[in-house]
């Protein structure tokens, strides 16, 4: 297992360098400037801003100023939100899509296995068919055709929900729940066919035939071999909640870090962009290197190498 991390740990150091390389001088290679939106800067106040900012160096020399900052954890000042650092709107942001992410995570893993497991022992029955069907759907349609639509329906026709700002817990429900469909309709349909498959295997057969009920043969014995897939799952699950959530955070005006993203490519914000593209590319190695141990500790027989 300790090796196993070392190797993990170093593969991982490696990757999130070549995203920060690769990230930073595509940067560059985009037309436009961080400054270009301004109305009219004269010559003096860019070459003044460039300097400021360290613009004005040859490329190769800015990277690797900003490398050499980056391994002491400061990742610069936001060029557009100016007085901030990106250390600082990172660590304002993150909470609240955290926050959001999370409760949406949590909404999808307990619903999506829920609804998998009673499909599977519903099998062929109107209620397997319907939660199909439903898993189906919510593959299909888009996150933000289901966001709009929850806005519209819920915050416009019935305006029984709010629909922008995160004030009050009433206010999570829309994005939480636009976020979650997807997930969930993707484990639901993962956990039925994973459950299907372990339920026909010998060691199930047994159990049953000594008598042991259903419901402690399925959440005992069954459910355990059958989340595997969906332990194996949560790491893109992850990426997609964070990636997802920046469109969600957009329609429903959350102040997370989704947000902050998009504004910073829009606004060629390069601190906030490498900032950003970083740490999410950070947290999600980093989750996928739990989920791996997590596999451990569901299944034993699993070796890691």
């Known amino acids: 297992m300790a090796a196993y991390m070392v190797k993990r ?19 560059y290679l985009v037309p436009g400037g961080p400054f270009l939106a301004e109305k009219s800067p004269s010559a003096q106040t860019m070459a003044a801003l460039e300097k400021k900012y360290g613009l004005d160096k040859p490329l190769h020399i800015q990277y ?73 759907l919510g593959i299909a349609v888009p996150g933000f055709v ?33 976020l979650a469909f997807y997930p969930t309709a993707y484990i639901s349909r993962l956990t039925r066919s994973s459950m299907l498959d372990v339920l026909g295997q010998d060691y199930m057969n047994t159990a049953r035939a000594k008598g042991l009920s259903q419901f402690k043969s399925l959440f005992k014995h069954a459910l355990r071999n059958a989340l595997l897939p969906v332990i194996t799952y949560l790491g893109p699950l992850l990426a997609y909640i964070l990636t997802g959530s920046f469109v969600v955070e957009k329609i429903f005006t ?35 290197v739990v989920v791996d141990i997590v596999y451990k500790i569901v299944d034993p027989r699993i070796k890691l190498k």
Do not use: C, E
């Open 64 to 136: 690797f100023n900003y490398m050499k900052n980056l391994l002491k954890g400061d990742l610069g000042l936001s060029m557009k939100l100016r007085g901030r650092t990106v250390n600082d709107i990172i660590g304002t942001g993150f909470p609240v899509s955290a926050r959001v992410g999370g409760i949406a995570v949590l909404v999808a893993v307990v619903v999506g296995i829920t609804m998998g497991s009673l499909a599977a022992l519903n099998r062929g029955k109107w209620f397997d068919n319907l939660i199909m069907f439903m898993g189906t």
């Open 146 to 178: 289901v966001a709009s639509t929850l806005m519209y329906y819920f915050g416009v026709v019935l305006n029984i929900l709010p629909t922008f700002g995160l004030s009050s817990p009433r206010h999570y429900v829309l994005p939480v729940v636009a």
């Open 254 to 288: 959350i102040p997370g870090l989704g947000s902050q993203f998009i504004s910073s490519i829009t606004d060629r914000d390069y601190p906030l962009i490498m900032g950003t593209t970083i740490f999410l590319a950070s947290l999600i190695i980093i989750m996928n």
């Open 9 to 27: 740990i170093i593969a991982a150091i490696v990757t999130i360098i070549l995203i920060s390389t690769i990230t930073f001088f595509l940067m």
